[in-house]
Structures are given as structure tokens and as C-alpha cells.
């Protein structure tokens, strides 16, 4: 791979250090909770960080990455992605329907399905290009009004709707807590709507919580700054 036979810079042994850091956190969470380490998805979120930090992670074997933005994820991806077979890249920042069909040209996996208009565009986008990707659905964890997710009263009816009506591979639920508020609750109520929907998959914690998320059950953790440092606000939008 071009980049893979450049210079070992400093940034690349702070990455790979931070990686192996997390990587050796939740090793430890999962055998204080008794849970399998392969069970537990590291998702590095390059949203809004340097390309360079983005290669520093690849050259450190890591190969599993988030995005917030469709627009973002192709100037970061679009160039890389074709060179690993094993690149997965989810989408954890909310979709709007006229981003669905970049959506599915890029990600592996949509974790922020949230409303019937949504399920219903992806669906057949996934038709008309004849993909397969893998879904989750975010709820509004803490019923915040201006948060994306489906609330939990309406989630059961839209999950059915997603599974039955538009086909959708539904492997896990998605949630960002209320900022300020301890977590844990809100983890601890994700997890019981996903066992009561026998659905095995919980994307939850962060840079600051994936350690309490573990405990509670999460599969897929999705860590920015802990891996590639503050993020720069000033990239245009
Ligand atoms: C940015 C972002 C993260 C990563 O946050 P950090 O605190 O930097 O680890 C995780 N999940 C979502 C949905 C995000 O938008």
C-alpha cells in the first residue's frame, strides 16, 4: 500500500501508543466483567482530524473507523478505502435523505437509523446498488428534544418496520447520552431494550466512558479524541 512504506513519524507512535492504550483498557474491562475481548468493537472516529493522524491509525493495523459526516467520510475515505479488503467505516452522525445514497457508497454500517423516511430511503438505495450493509438504530436515550434517535416509546413499531417492512439487517442499537448526566443509567436502559428485542449489538461510550459502557454491555465503542487528540473545529462544514 502507497503510504505503508513511508518514514515511521512521531504522530505515528502516538497513535499506535493511544491504540494500544485503549486496546489494553478494554482487555481489562472485559475480563473484570467477564465478557470476551473480541466481543468489544473498537470504532476510532476521525471526524474532523488531519488525514495524516487518519494513515498514522492504518499504518498501526487499525482498520475499523467512524464518521459523522457522508460529506467528510469521502474526503477522508474515498482514496483509502478501496486498499483494504478489511476497512469497515460506520456512520454515527445523523443521515439525511439526500446524503442516503453517498451514505451507502461508503460505509459498512449505518448506526444512526432513526425515522420510517430514512429506513425507507435506505432500503431501496441498498436495491438500487445492490449492497448489503449492516444497521443499527439509534434512540433518544435520555427523550432530549433536540437529540436524533427514535424515542422509546416508538422504538419497538419502528424496529418491526425496519426488519419487516424495509428488509433491514438491524445488528444493534446506537445511543449518545445526555451531556453532564452520569451515563450509566442511560447504557444500563439501552441494553435492556436491546435484550428485550433479542438484538446483540450496543454502540455506546466514548473517549470519557467506554470503560463504564463495557460493563454494561457495549459491543461497539466509538473513541475520537482518546486516540487521535482534539479535534479541529475549524475544518469547513
Ligand atoms: C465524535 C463522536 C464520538 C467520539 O467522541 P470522543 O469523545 O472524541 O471519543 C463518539 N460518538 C459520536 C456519535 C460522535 O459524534
Known amino acids: 500500500m502507497f503510504f505503508l512504506n ?43 482530524q488531519p488525514k495524516e493522524k487518519i494513515i498514522s491509525a492504518l499504518k498501526a493495523g487499525h482498520r475499523l473507523f467512524g464518521e459523522n459526516k457522508v460529506q467528510e467520510a469521502f474526503e477522508h475515505w474515498s482514496d483509502i478505502k478501496p486498499l483494504y479488503d478489511n476497512l469497515k467505516l460506520h456512520l454515527i452522525g445523523p443521515l439525511q435523505s439526500n446524503k442516503v445514497r453517498d451514505a451507502v457508497k461508503i460505509f459498512d454500517c449505518i448506526e444512526t437509523i432513526d425515522r420510517e423516511k430514512i429506513a425507507v430511503k435506505l432500503s431501496s438505495e441498498l436495491k438500487k446498488q445492490n449492497k448489503k450493509i449492516e444497521s443499527f438504530i439509534q434512540i433518544n436515550i435520555g427523550e432530549e428534544e433536540q437529540k436524533s434517535g427514535i ?9 418491526n418496520f425496519c426488519k419487516n417492512d424495509c ?18 443509567m442511560y447504557f444500563a436502559l439501552l441494553k435492556k431494550i436491546a435484550y428485550s428485542h433479542d438484538i446483540k449489538n450496543l454502540s455506546m461510550g466514548m473517549s470519557a466512558d ?7 454491555g457495549a459491543t461497539h465503542i466509538r473513541v475520537g479524541t ?12
Open 210 to 216: 467506554f470503560e463504564k459502557a463495557i460493563s454494561l
Open 151 to 159: 424515542s422509546i416509546k416508538e422504538f419497538p413499531e419502528f424496529f
Open 6 to 48: 513511508l518514514p515511521t513519524m512521531d504522530m505515528d507512535i502516538n497513535i499506535k501508543e493511544n491504540i494500544d492504550n485503549i486496546k489494553r483498557s478494554i482487555n481489562e474491562c472485559a475480563s473484570l466483567w467477564e465478557r470476551d475481548y473480541h466481543d468489544i468493537n473498537l470504532i476510532a472516529v476521525s471526524k474532523r
Open 226 to 237: 482518546k486516540i487521535f487528540g482534539s479535534r479541529n473545529y475549524n475544518i469547513q462544514e
Open 167 to 184: 428488509d433491514l439487517d438491524i445488528k444493534g442499537l446506537m445511543c449518545i447520552p445526555p451531556a453532564g448526566e452520569p451515563a450509566s
